[in-house]
C-alpha cells in the first residue's frame, strides 16, 4: 500500500498561479475571438485611467487596431498618465498578481493585480511573442523594452531594454495578438470605449479601427476625478484570518493597539469595552494571539453588530425576558451562538446576559463610505444628454452603503429616454468600468428585470427607446470570477440596486405622466382642427360673419384652449435639461 501512495502522488508538484491561468485564460475573459480582444483593450485601458486618476491629470487615450492577418492583430494603447518607473515596468506587465491595488481597501479599476499581465500571457500564448513597452516618468529620459512571462516561475522577461533622451511623458503598450477578431457589434472594442466614454466623461479617447476610421469620443466634464482615500478594514466586516494577519503585520506592542491602529471605527472606548469582555484575550501581545483568540474576538465583533442592528435582540439583553415569543426566541438563539464562540462553551440564559450585556455599552463607529468616488449626479446628466442626445433624463445617486459588514459600496442610475435614443439598451458599470459579457449572471441584469416597469408608463420597457446605466462603486467590487464582468448576488448590492430602480422609476412616471397628457391633448386638439372648417362655415351661415373671420377667431380659441401643451412641453424639456 505505501508503494501505491508513492506511486499515486509521484506527479505531484507547485504549479505557478502563471502557470494555472495560462491554463484557465477563459477566467481572465479570454474565451473567445471578440471577447478576447476586448478583454485586450479593456485591461490595458483600465490601467492608463487608474493611472491618470491617482496622479490628477485628465487622460487622454489613444487606441488603434491594426489587422494583419485572419484573426491576427496589432493593438497599441497609449495614455498621458505619470509613466512607470523602469524598474517597476517588468513586475507590471510580466508578473500575475502583482501590482498596487490588491492588498488596499480602495476604490480603484483594477483590483487584483492580473490585468496588465493578463494581456502579456494572452500575447505570449497566442502568438509566442513579448509585448512591447514604452514608458517615461518625464524625467527627460524614455524606456523602452519586450516583456515576457516566465510561466514556470511567474517572473518576468526582461529583452532589448534600451533608453534615450526624451520629453515625452505616458505608457504606450503594442500588443500583437491571434485568434480574435474586431466587429462592431455591442461586445466590440469600439463599444467598450462607447461606454467607457459616457461613464467617464472626463476622459478623452481616440480610437482608430482596423479599417483606418478614427472614433473620438470627447470629453464633456474638464476636472479630472479625485482619486478615492484607502480605507482601513472595519471590525464588522472581518474573519478570524484577517484578525490574525493583522496582528503579525502591526508593530504594535498590545493587541489593543493593533486594533486601533489595524481597523477603522475603534477608538479606545471600544477597546476598553472589549477588554471588560474579554481580557484574557486584550492582554495578550500580538504575537502570542492564537486563531482561538481572534475567533473570539471577531465573534465579539459580530455580536456588538447583531446588537446595534437588531431592537428585538436589545430588548431580550436589556430587559432580560424568561418568557419568548417565536420571534425573539429565533433572536436569542442568535445571541446564545455568538456567547457560545466568546465563552467556548454551551451558555445558559445568564451567561448570555453576562456577555451581551456589557456589548450594549461598546460603540463603534460604522465603516467609513467617503471612500468611495462615484461618476456624480451631474456628470452622469452631462454625459448622457452629450452622448444619446435623448428627450428626457432621469438620474438617481444613492447614499453609501456597506455589504459583508464593512465593504462599502453606492449604487447610480441613470436613465435616459426618446429623442435619437431608437432601442432599449442596459449599461452596466463597476467602478466607471463597462461590463459588456456575462449579462445573464449579472447581479445588476437581475435587478432590471425584477422591476414591474409597467407601473412606472412602461408596458413594454423592454422594447421602448430608453437607456439605463447603472453603476456601482465599492472598495472590493463582488465580482463573480476573475474576468470581472458580472456583479455577484449579493443580497445588500441586489436590495440597494433594486432601491435606486424604484426610485428613478417615480422620475420616469411623472415623465411618462406628462407625456401622456400632452398625447392627450394634441389628440383633441387634433379633432378640433379637423372640424374647424365645418364649424366656422355653419356660424357664418346662423351669423352672417365672414367665413374667414370666423375661422381665424376659431383658431385663435382653439390655440387659447390648448396652449397648456406648450407648457408641459417647455417643462418637460426643462427637467430634461
Known sequence: MAEEAVDIFKEFKEHSVAEFFKKNRHMLG???????????????????????????????????????????????????????????????????????????????????????????????????????????????????????????????????????????????????????????????????????????????????????????????????????????????????????????????????????????????????????????????????LTWNDAERIVATFQAIRYLSENKVAKKIVEEKKEDLTEEERLHFNNLKKYAKTILGEEPTVEKVYKVMTPLLSIRIRGPRTDVLVPIGEERIRKSLRANLQPQFVAVVERKPKVYSGGIPFQVEVGVAVGGKIKSFELMRFANRVPLLFDAGGCAITEAVRSIDWKRYGFPDFFSSPVVVLINLSSTHVPYTTAGKQAIADVPEVFNEIRAALMEVGRKLKEYTSKVSAVQELLQKKKVLEHYLPLIAKSLAELTGEDEKTVENLLKKMVEERYKKINELLAKIEGESA
Open 30 to 288: 479570454y474565451s473567445g475571438k471578440v471577447r478576447s480582444l476586448t478583454t485586450a483593450v479593456h485591461e490595458l485601458v483600465t490601467n492608463s485611467l487608474d493611472a491618470c486618476e491617482e496622479a490628477g491629470i485628465l487622460p487622454d487615450i489613444y487606441v488603434k487596431l491594426e489587422k494583419l492577418g485572419d484573426e491576427h492583430y496589432r493593438l497599441t494603447v497609449r495614455d498621458n498618465g505619470p509613466g512607470i518607473p523602469p524598474h517597476i515596468a517588468p513586475k507590471v506587465f510580466g508578473k500575475l498578481l502583482a501590482g498596487t491595488k490588491f492588498h488596499r481597501m480602495i476604490q480603484t479599476r483594477g483590483q487584483q493585480g492580473i490585468g496588465a499581465a493578463g494581456v502579456t500571457m494572452f500575447v505570449q500564448i497566442t502568438t509566442g511573442k513579448p509585448i512591447h513597452l514604452k514608458t517615461s516618468t518625464g524625467d527627460g529620459t524614455v524606456w523602452e523594452m519586450d516583456i515576457m512571462i516566465d510561466v514556470m516561475k511567474n517572473e518576468p522577461i526582461v529583452k532589448n531594454k534600451t533608453h534615450y533622451p526624451g520629453n515625452w511623458r505616458g505608457t504606450e503598450v503594442i500588443a500583437e495578438m491571434k485568434g480574435v477578431e474586431y466587429n462592431k457589434g455591442k461586445y466590440s472594442v469600439y463599444e467598450y470605449l462607447r461606454r467607457t466614454a459616457i461613464a467617464n466623461p472626463h476622459v478623452n479617447i481616440v480610437f482608430e479601427d482596423p479599417e483606418g476610421k478614427i472614433h473620438t469620443f470627447e470629453r464633456s466634464v474638464f476636472e479630472p476625478v479625485k482619486i478615492g482615500e484607502e480605507a482601513k478594514p472595519h471590525p464588522f466586516g472581518i474573519t478570524p484570518d484577517d484578525l490574525v494577519t493583522l496582528s503579525r503585520m502591526s508593530r504594535a506592542k498590545t493587541v489593543g493597539r493593533m486594533l486601533t491602529n489595524s481597523l477603522h471605527g475603534m477608538g479606545g472606548k471600544a477597546v476598553i469595552g472589549m477588554m471588560q469582555v474579554l481580557p484574557h484575550v486584550l492582554k495578550k501581545e500580538p504575537s502570542k
